[in-house]
C-alpha cells in the first residue's frame, strides 16, 4: 500500500518536472498571449507631394475612442456622458458600453481631437482613445485617379496610394498592458511602448499646377462638346516623366463617394492607363516614324521622303477595299509626299507603307515602340492594349494598323511611343515618381530614368518631328498652333465600336503634340470621347492642346524660339 | 525523561503533529496569495478567503487538540453511528431547500451561514465504521462474508456521493475502503474478488455521464477545446510551466489573475507550483511525505488493532486524496474537483482533516517514546493480527 502511494508520487512529481521544465517554453510562449492586451499604435502615414514639393495628401490627426465593456465600471453614468459627448444617443451608448461579447468595441472612429480629449478627461472607466489617421487631399478632386484613397486613412486601396503603400504606410506600433482574464490592467503593471514607425512621404513627377491646367481646359471641352469622358496626359518627352495625368468626370478624394460601388470604380479608374481605345490617326505617327528609320537604313521597300504616293481614294486589300476619310475630290490629297499625307492625313498612303515594309518589318517597330504591352509605370493595373498576333496578322489587318486601326492601345502607350519617336529614338519607362524620403526629407528612393530601348535614330526623329511641326503649321494640326513655340503633332478621329460593328455617330477625337519640335520638352495627348456636334480631333482635341501648352508656357514663363 | 501528559499520555509524535500544523499554515498563506486578486474583484477585500482559511485553521488546530485527547475506546463505540449520520446528511442534500447546488452538483447543505460538505464527514464516518467493525472480531477479515458489511456500507455512501454526482470522492471513498480492508489482512484471492468488480466499475461510471466522457477526452487533448473543457487544464499546464525551477516568487503568480479557475482551492498546487516553482513542489511534497511516513509509522506501532486501522485508514484517506489532487494538477488523470488536503481553502476539509491528524496524534501519544511497541508490518496486504 506504501508502494503504491510512493509510485503515484513518483509519477506526479515526474509530471511536474516534465511540465516545469522541459514542456516550459512552448506552453510559456501560449500563455503569453493571453497574458497581455495590445493597443495599436498608428503610425502617420506618409504624405504624397507634386514635383515642386506641394502636399497632394496629408494627414489630420483624428482619434478613434472604443470601450472595454470589463473594464467600465459605471456604464450609466457613462453612457450619459458619452451621449453628451458624441453624436450617440444614451440607449446606443449604453447598448456599448454593456457589449460583453467583445473585448473591445468602437465607440466612434476618426473623432476631431477635442472631442477625445474631452472623452479622456471626463475619467470614464474603461474607454480608451487612441490616434489614427484621416487622409486629407488640399486639392480635392485633383488628379484623383492618380493619387487615389485610402481605407481608413490607413490602407491605400485606389491608385498610387496603393502603389506606394508599402512605403506610405509605416509600421504600426503597440502599447502592450498586462492584464487579468477579463482585461481589466493589473495594478502597478506599466504599459511597454512599441513606438510606431512612420510611413515615408513621396514626390511625384506630377506638376500640381500643369495638372490643374490640363484638368481644367479638358473640363471645358468636355462641357463644350457635351462628352462622356475626357483624358489628357502631359509628359516630360525626355524622361517620360509625367507632369499631369487627366482623365474627366472625377470625384472629391476628401469625399470619396463610397455608396455606389459601381460608380466608384469607375470614377476612379484611371483609363490614360488601365484603357485601350482605337487610336486612329495620331498612330500615324509610328507608321511615318517606322518609313523614315526604314528609309534612312536603306530599306528599298520603305518610301523615300521626296516619294509621290498615289492619289487614289481606295487601296484594295485582301479583296477588300480601303477608303480614305476624305472624297480625294477637286484636288484634295493629290499628288503626296509623306509630309503632305501627314498634313491631309491621308489613310491610302499610311496603307502603302505598312504593306510595303510588310509584317515582319512593321512589327519590329510596333514591338519597339511598346505596342501590346504594358509600359511598366509606377501604376497598378495597366493595360497592355490590344495587338494582333504577328501570326494572326492579316493584309487587310496590317493595313488597317498603318492608319491607327484594328489595333487598342492606351493613352499612356501612345504618349510614349510618339515621344519617343521624336525625342531622338529613346524610350523609357514612363513613372509618377520622383523620388520617396523619410519625414525629414533624407532620401530612401530615388525613381529610376530607365532607358528601355532605342526605337529610331536620332536622325529619323528629327525628319519625323519636322513633318509633324508642318502637319501643326500647315495641316490638320492648325488649331494647336502657337506662334514662336513650334508646337508639332498629330489630330486623330476614331470611330467607336461597339459589340464589334461600327457606333454611328459616335468617336474619339484625338491630338498628339508637343513643343518644341527641335527639342521636344512638353508632350500631351487629349483625347475627347463621344464629343456632341463636332468629332475631327483637328476641331475638337488641337485646341484643347493649344491651352494647355499656352498655359504652360505662361506658368514656365517660356520665351519663344524663334 | 520525558514526562507523562496530565491525561497520563506521553508527548506522542511531536513532529508529526508539528509537521500537520506547519502544512496548513502554509496552506493559509498560499490561499491568500492564490485568492487575493479574485478575492479583491469578487467582495472588495483581498483577503477575504485568507480570512475563511484563518477561522477554519484555528479551528482545525483546536479540533486536531481535541481529537487526540479523546480516548481510542469513545471512537471505537462512534462507528456505527458515525456512518449512520453519515448516510442521513448525505440524505439531506438531496432535501430541497437544505441542499445547495453549485457548478451543476448538490454536494453541500447550507445551515445558517455554514456551509458543510458531508462527502468530506463521510469518508471518517466509514473509517470510523470499518476500523470498528474490524477491530471488534478480527477473524471477519478473512472471509469474504464477513467483510461484505464493509462493502455494503462502503456501497451506500459510494452511491449517495455517487448521486450529488461527485465521482472524485467516490472514488476516493472507494480507495479508501478498499485499501483498509487490503491492510486488515485479507487475502489475495478475496482481495481480487472484490478489486475486480470495482475496477470494472469505473469505466461503467464514466460512460454513465456525458460530462465526464467529455472531460476526458478534453484531457487527452485540452487544447482542442481550449475554452470549454480543455481551459482548465490548460490553465494549470500554464501555471505549472511558468514556475520552471525556481518558480516567479510567493504572490507573483500570473495564472492567478482570474485565468486559473478555483485557484485558491481544487487548483492551489497550480499557483503553488507557479511561485515556488519545481523546487518548491518538491518541497512541498517532502512535508506531505513526512507526514505520511510519521502517520502510517504511528500506525505501525499502534498496540491496538482497532488504532492501527483507524490511523491507517486516516493516513490514506488523506494520502490518497493528495495524490488525486497532484495527478489532476499535473495533468496526469481527468480534472475532477477535489481539494488538496489541509492547503486548499474550504473549512469543512481542513477542520475535518486536521481533525482526523489529530486522532492520529492522539494514537501516537499513546505509544509512549515507541521502545518496546508492537511494530505491525504494513505491507502488500496486511499483517499478522495480534488483537
Known amino acids: 500500500m506504501i508502494m503504491a502511494i510512493a509510485f503515484l508520487f513518483c509519477l506526479f512529481l515526474g509530471r511536474f518536472l516534465y511540465v516545469q521544465v522541459i514542456w516550459r517554453e512552448t506552453l510559456v510562449y501560449r500563455a503569453l498571449d493571453q497574458w497581455t492586451r495590445e493597443v495599436p499604435v498608428i503610425a502617420q502615414r506618409g504624405r504624397i507631394f507634386d514635383r515642386n514639393g506641394e502636399l497632394l495628401a496629408g494627414n489630420v490627426a483624428a482619434y478613434s475612442v472604443f470601450a472595454r465593456a470589463n473594464a467600465v465600471q459605471d456604464a450609466e453614468d457613462g453612457a450619459r456622458l458619452l451621449s453628451a459627448l458624441l453624436p450617440l444617443s444614451y440607449e446606443e451608448a449604453l447598448a456599448k458600453l454593456t457589449d460583453h461579447s467583445r473585448s473591445e468595441i468602437t465607440l466612434i472612429k476618426q473623432a476631431e481631437k477635442c472631442v477625445a480629449e474631452r472623452i479622456a478627461g471626463s475619467g ?38 496603393r502603389y506606394y503603400d508599402s512605403y506610405l504606410a509605416g509600421e504600426a506600433g503597440e502599447i502592450v498592458y498586462e492584464t487579468d482574464l477579463v482585461g481589466v490592467q493589473l495594478e502597478g503593471t506599466g504599459a511597454s511602448y512599441l513606438p510606431a514607425t512612420d510611413g515615408l512621404d513621396v514626390t511625384l513627377t506630377i506638376d500640381s499646377r500643369i495638372q490643374a491646367l490640363a484638368e481644367r481646359v479638358m473640363a471645358d471641352a468636355m462641357q463644350q462638346y457635351n462628352a462622356a469622358g475626357v483624358t489628357c496626359v502631359v509628359l516630360d518627352p525626355q524622361d517620360f516623366s509625367v507632369y499631369a495625368m487627366v482623365d ?30 482605337e487610336p486612329g490617326s495620331t498612330f500615324k505617327i509610328v507608321t511615318a516614324a517606322a518609313n523614315i528609320e526604314e528609309y534612312l537604313r536603306g530599306n528599298e521597300r520603305a518610301f523615300s521622303p ?44 499610311f496603307v502603302d ?26 501604376f497598378s493595373g495597366e493595360a497592355a492594349g490590344m495587338l494582333l498576333s504577328e501570326l494572326a496578322v492579316r493584309e487587310g489587318d496590317l493595313a488597317r494598323i498603318g492608319f491607327g486601326q484594328a ?80 508646337v508639332a503633332g498629330k489630330t486623330g478621329t476614331a470611330q467607336k465600336y461597339e459589340n464589334g460593328v461600327i457606333a454611328q455617330g459616335k468617336y474619339v477625337s484625338s491630338f498628339l503634340g508637343y513643343f518644341p519640335a527641335h527639342d521636344p520638352k512638353y508632350l500631351a495627348l487629349v483625347t475627347v470621347d463621344e464629343p456632341q456636334g463636332a468629332y475631327y480631333g483637328s476641331v475638337v482635341a488641337a485646341p484643347c492642346a493649344r491651352e494647355i501648352f499656352e498655359g504652360i508656357i505662361e506658368l514656365m514663363d517660356i520665351p519663344p524660339y524663334v | 525523561m520525558k514526562r507523562p501528559a496530565a491525561d497520563g499520555r506521553g508527548k506522542g509524535d511531536l513532529l508529526f503533529f508539528a509537521a500537520v500544523l506547519l502544512l496548513a499554515g502554509y496552506g493559509v498563506v498560499c490561499v491568500y496569495a492564490a485568492s487575493s486578486y479574485n478575492a479583491q474583484v469578487q467582495y472588495g477585500d483581498s483577503f477575504y478567503f485568507m480570512k475563511k482559511q484563518l477561522i477554519g485553521f484555528v479551528l482545525g488546530a483546536a479540533a486536531m487538540l481535541l481529537l487526540s485527547r479523546v480516548p481510542l475506546s469513545a471512537l471505537r463505540r462512534l462507528g456505527v453511528p458515525a456512518l449512520l449520520l ?46 470498528g467493525y474490524f477491530a471488534a472480531r478480527p477473524a471477519r477479515m478473512r472471509s469474504l462474508l464477513g467483510v461484505l458489511p464493509v462493502l455494503l456500507a462502503g456501497g451506500v ?52 455521464a456525458p460530462y465526464r466522457l467529455k472531460r ?64 518548491g513542489v518538491l518541497l512541498l511534497f517532502a512535508l506531505i511525505g513526512f507526514i505520511l511516513w510519521r502517520g502510517f509509522r504511528i500506525a505501525a506501532r499502534c498496540k491496538t488493532f482497532y488504532g492501527y486501522m483507524l490511523a491507517c485508514g486516516i493516513m490514506l484517506a488523506y494520502g490518497v486524496q493528495t495524490a488525486l489532487n497532484a495527478l489532476v494538477v499535473s495533468g496526469c488523470i481527468p480534472p475532477t474537483g477535489l481539494p488538496l488536503p489541509l492547503v486548499s481553502a474550504g473549512n469543512t476539509s481542513l477542520i475535518v482533516t486536521m481533525a482526523g491528524m489529530g486522532v492520529v496524534y492522539g494514537i501516537s501519544r499513546g505509544q509512549g517514546n515507541g521502545k518496546g511497541a508492537p511494530r505491525h508490518k504494513i505491507q502488500r496486504h496486511g499483517l499478522s493480527v495480534r488483537d
Not at chain 1, 510595303?356 to 509600359?375: I, M, P
Not at chain 2, 485540452?222 to 510551466?241: D, M, V
Open chain 2, 216 to 279: 476526458l477526452s478534453a484531457f487527452l487533448d485540452p487544447w482542442a477545446s481550449p475554452r470549454e473543457e480543455g481551459y482548465q487544464l490548460i490553465q494549470s499546464l500554464y501555471a505549472l510551466a511558468n514556475g520552471d525551477l525556481f518558480g516567479v516568487g510567493l504572490f507573483n503568480s500570473r495564472q492567478k489573475y482570474r485565468f486559473l479557475p478555483f485557484s485558491e482551492s481544487d487548483f492551489i498546487l497550480s499557483v503553488i507550483a507557479e511561485e515556488t516553482g519545481f523546487v
Open chain 1, 124 to 161: 470614464i472607466a474603461g474607454i480608451y482613445y487612441a490616434r489614427d489617421n484621416l487622409r486629407f487631399y488640399p486639392y480635392g478632386a485633383l488628379a484623383c485617379q492618380v493619387l487615389g484613397f485610402t481605407a481608413e486613412g490607413q490602407a491605400g486601396v485606389t491608385g498610387l496610394e
Open chain 1, 353 to 378: 507603307i505598312a504593306l510595303s515594309l510588310g509584317t515582319q518589318t512593321f512589327y519590329d517597330y510596333l514591338e519597339a515602340f511598346g505596342f501590346g504591352k504594358v509600359t511598366g509605370i509606377d
Open chain 2, 157 to 208: 455512501l459510494c452511491v449517495l456521493i455517487l448521486l450529488e454526482p461527485n465521482l472524485s470522492v467516490t472514488m476516493c471513498l472507494g480507495a479508501v475502503m478498499l485499501g483498509m480492508i487490503f491492510l486488515s489482512g485479507l487475502s489475495w484471492r478475496a482481495a481480487l474478488v472484490i478489486l475486480l468488480p470495482v475496477v470494472a466499475l469505473v469505466p461503467a461510471l464514466i460512460l454513465a
Open chain 1, 248 to 277: 474627366l468626370p472625377s470625384y472629391d478624394l476628401n469625399e470619396v463617394p463610397r455608396d455606389d460601388l459601381d460608380v466608384l470604380n469607375s470614377l476612379s479608374r484611371n483609363t490614360v492607363v488601365s484603357d485601350a481605345y
Open chain 1, 407 to 486: 489595333i487598342a492601345v492606351t493613352p499612356l502607350q501612345l504618349a510614349c511611343a510618339a515621344a519617343s519617336a521624336v525625342n531622338g529614338g529613346y524610350y523609357y519607362t514612363p513613372r509618377l515618381l520622383d523620388h520617396i524620403s523619410f519625414s525629414d526629407g533624407a532620401p530612401a528612393v530615388q525613381g529610376e530614368n530607365a532607358l528601355v530601348r532605342r526605337t529610331v535614330s536620332e536622325e529619323a526623329s528629327q525628319l519625323l518631328s519636322s513633318m509633324l511641326e508642318g502637319v501643326v503649321a500647315n495641316g490638320s494640326g492648325k488649331n494647336a498652333y502657337i506662334e514662336g513655340y513650334r
Open chain 2, 86 to 131: 453519515s448516510a442521513v446528511l448525505l440524505v439531506l442534500v438531496f432535501v430541497p431547500g437544505l441542499g445547495k447546488s453549485n457548478y451543476g452538483a448538490t454536494r453541500w447543505i447550507g445551515l445558517g451561514g455554514v456551509t458543510i460538505q458531508p462527502s468530506e464527514l463521510a469518508k471518517y464516518g466509514l473509517i470510523l465504521f470499518i476500523a
Open chain 1, 306 to 349: 521626296t516619294h509621290i504616293f498615289s492619289s487614289a481614294r481606295t487601296r484594295t486589300v485582301d479583296g477588300g477595299s480601303i477608303r480614305c476619310w476624305s472624297d480625294h475630290a477637286n484636288g484634295k490629297h493629290s499628288n503626296q509626299t509623306l509630309s503632305m499625307a501627314l498634313n491631309n492625313s491621308c489613310n491610302p498612303c
